[in-house]
């Protein structure tokens, strides 16, 4: 069984008992979550497509912690002008446990 599920403006295709790196979210570690944006739900076959959402579904997870992502190096330089400059980035992600894909 698995779900499409919209967090954050993103859409993850998710399991039972699977981590998701999702944007950074608000709540604390341990903190239990419910996603109702769910897009398609899939049990063994039988396929439920929304409309944009499914009806009564939920998926509910559990914040596991707070990490930030590789560093992304940006790098500008306009040639025979002697301009340079380098900028570092690191995006904030929040790590989810998947825990149950439910549909009324």
Same mark, same amino acid.
């Given at each position: $069984? &698995?779900?499409?599920?919209?967090?954050?403006? #993103? +859409?993850?295709?998710? @399991?039972?008992? +699977?981590?998701?790196?999702?944007?950074? $979210?608000?709540?604390?570690?341990?903190?239990?979550?419910?996603?109702? +944006?769910?897009?398609? %739900?899939?049990?063994? !076959? +039988?396929?439920?497509? !929304? @409309?944009? @959402?499914?009806? *009564?579904?939920?998926?509910? *997870?559990? %914040?596991?912690?707070?990490?930030?992502?590789?560093?992304? %190096?940006?790098?500008?330089? #306009?040639?025979? #002008? *002697? &301009?340079?400059?380098?900028? *570092?980035?690191?995006?904030? &992600? @929040?790590?989810?446990?998947?825990? #149950?894909?439910?549909?009324?």
């Amino acid at each position: $069984m &698995y779900a499409i599920v919209d967090i954050a403006g #993103k +859409q993850f295709k998710v @399991t039972q008992d +699977q981590f998701v790196f999702a944007p950074k $979210m608000q709540g604390e570690e341990g903190a239990s979550v419910e996603f109702d +944006q769910v897009l398609l %739900i899939d049990n063994d !076959g +039988q396929v439920d497509v !929304g @409309t944009p @959402t499914v009806k *009564g579904a939920k998926v509910s *997870g559990k %914040i596991l912690e707070h990490v930030k992502g590789d560093k992304v %190096i940006v790098f500008k330089k #306009k040639r025979r #002008k *002697g &301009y340079r400059v380098k900028n *570092g980035h690191r995006q904030e &992600y @929040t790590k989810v446990l998947i825990e #149950k894909i439910a549909k009324k």
